[in-house]
T-cell receptor
């Protein structure tokens, strides 16, 4: 099976940088995804890392180290609208072909 | 472009009543389809997935069922709702290989 660990809550100041870590234990691994979910909304896809290294998309970057079973989401130039829950999810075998297993989420609060 | 529609957005049902939630995908063919449930403040739990018409797999035994009568239609049902069925239900789709999953807007179900 799969298990993922990420902090439950993080608070950061507007304009700052925040890093949300995710460690995982898996019985099969294709890659690590990150999703953002605002209160009352559906998760929206942010990034996917299949290979080691850093992927950058605007203010958001995601990093993966397969040997360490570790990844992180980096948010730069934080804005108030970044306040949301962030989920890491492991893509692995299952569910017919590919299965996503989600962490419990990290609630990010951006303060002025 | 692909879109996913899920309805209703909110639903209040009495204990013991039936349930039918519908999800449709546009702009793609033969998608993998998923139903998740998210309890308040928690991660996403995979309930059902489908790789094709009439093909349903259940991840968690419970009083819910799913059906896929058409290629781009996925239905979540129950004959008799329990209080524990309350939650946020999300439909998701993905295409081939390791493409990300994309979620519908979700249905917030409250059981009274």
């Amino acid at each position: 099976g799969q298990s993922l660990e990420q902090p439950s809550e993080v608070t950061a100041v507007e304009g700052a940088i925040v890093q949300i870590n995710c460690t995982y234990q898996t019985s099969g691994f294709y890659g690590l995804s990150w999703y953002q979910q605002h209160d009352g909304g559906a998760p929206t896809f942010l990034s996917y890392n299949a290979l080691d290294g850093l992927e950058e998309t605007g203010r958001f970057s995601s990093f993966l180290s397969r040997s360490d079973s570790y990844g992180y989401l980096l948010l730069q130039e934080l804005q108030m609208k970044d306040s949301a829950s962030y989920f890491c999810a492991v893509l692995g075998p299952g569910a017919g072909s590919y299965q996503l297993t989600f962490g419990k989420g990290t609630k990010l609060s951006v303060i002025p | 472009s692909q879109t996913i529609h899920q309805w209703p957005a909110t639903l209040v049902q009495p204990v013991g009543s039936p349930l039918s939630l519908e999800c449709t995908v546009e702009g793609t063919s033969n998608p993998n389809l998923y139903w998740y449930r998210q309890a308040a403040g928690r991660g996403l739990q995979l309930l059902f997935y489908s790789v094709g018409i009439g093909q349903i797999s259940s991840e968690v035994p419970q009083n819910l069922s799913a059906s896929r009568p058409q290629d781009r239609q996925f239905i979540l049902s129950s004959k008799k709702l329990l209080l524990s069925d309350s939650g946020f239900y999300l439909c998701a789709w993905k295409g081939d290989s390791n493409q990300p999953q994309h979620f519908g807007d979700g249905t917030r179900l409250s059981i009274l």
